[in-house]
């Protein structure tokens, strides 16, 4: 009545369910492996036999549970599963630490050399297109992109072939676009494309949540001069996607204010008339950017416009007026508590 299943690989399968969800009735297992519940029972207890914790409770609400502790269970994967970890190893080992980001790599290694061919050229497309952007702006958090659409723009950058894609804008218009895909950038929790737009002959970011339906064309081409991905995407999120921006001074150079200003929120230059000195270009309105200057531990001036000047002089005003120095009746008093000597 049974299919006669290989021992190991009935365990495995057996592991396998047990780790995708919290209990499982005898009688449920031997229909999922196609066996009698008396061979259920004879294979929890060699997996307990291998370290396995896997706990039994009788009753109406009983059934088999991996409990927490013991041996670490054997990953089984489905392609998407697999594909989906080796994108977020990836991204990790972009934007993290040293420690981190290696830890990462030899997970993906590891990953990577059980992986099936088609699955593994899917995988190292990635190694070879992919470039993080550390400390990505809480301003675009969110934003998910499809791991089948992420994989099948990372190959079409790796093989350098053109494709075509469905994209909908920010303000919902639906356009179909040719193009030649150069990088993918992850910033934050985004994802985003850079491609050479053949319609419009010229360098372009999409957002990769935005894209659905890549078609491959099969036509090949060679980029000449490309652009600095990295920072052609975050000139469009610190600058770009703003319709007014600043030009602040900071009295330091730029490797200094590489370090308070991200490269999500602001575009570093040297300043050519002060050699110890950067100019930064920071998008956003003038409240946003004044604001955001008066948290800064660098001394700054703004350059232009004059609006972040004058939001800068009504900050400050309202902080002194709401901070006023103590009158006669407070001089010499303290509200708090007194330290001892």
């Known amino acids: 009545m ?26 449920v297992l031997a229909d999922r492996l196609e066996v009698t519940e008396r061979s259920v029972r004879r294979d929890i207890t060699r997996l307990r036999d291998l370290g396995y914790p896997v706990e039994s409770v009788t009753g109406m609400h009983g059934g088999y549970s991996l409990a927490a502790g013991g041996r670490l269970p054997p990953l089984l994967l489905d392609d998407d599963e697999a594909v989906s970890i080796a994108v977020a190893l990836h991204d990790i080992a972009q934007r993290s630490s040293a420690t981190v980001a290696d830890a ?7 990953l990577g050399q059980v992986m099936p061919a088609s699955l593994r050229e899917r995988v190292s497309a990635l190694s070879t297109v992919v470039v993080g952007i550390a400390g990505g702006s809480d301003r675009f958090a969110g934003g ?10 990372g190959l079409a950058c790796s093989r350098s072939e053109r494709i075509r894609f469905d994209y909908r804008s920010g303000e919902g218009q639906e356009t179909v676009r040719h193009a030649e895909p150069f990088r993918l950038v992850s910033v934050g929790q985004r994802w985003y494309l850079v491609a050479f737009d053949i319609d419009r002959d010229d360098w372009r970011t999409f957002r990769v949540d935005r894209i659905t339906r890549v ?33 602040v001074r900071f009295a330091a150079p730029p490797e200094v204010v590489a370090r308070h200003v991200g490269p999500t ?7 050519p008339k002060a050699r110890r000195h950067t100019v930064v270009e920071i998008g956003g309105d003038a409240d946003w950017i004044a604001r955001y200057l008066a948290g800064s ?10 609006e972040v000047r004058d939001e800068l002089r009504r900050l400050g005003q309202r902080l002194v007026a709401g901070n006023p120095e103590p009158g006669p009746e407070r001089a010499g008093r303290s509200d708090g508590p007194t330290l001892g000597t």
């Open 2 to 27: 049974f299919a006669a299943v290989d021992t190991p690989a009935r365990l495995l399968r057996l592991l396998a369910l047990l780790s995708s969800r919290g209990s499982w009735r005898g009688a």
């Open 215 to 247: 078609r491959n064309t099969g036509a090949r081409f060679v980029h000449t001069d490309p652009p600095d991905a990295a920072a052609l995407v975050a000139r469009g999120i610190a600058v770009n996607s703003y319709s007014s921006s600043a030009l």
């Open 104 to 110: 990462a790599l030899g997970a993906l290694t590891k």
């Open 144 to 153: 998910g992109a499809d791991v089948d659409v992420v994989m099948a723009l």
């Open 297 to 306: 531990e660098l001394e700054f001036e703004v350059l232009q416009p004059q």
């Open 265 to 271: 929120v602001g575009v570093i230059r040297k300043d």
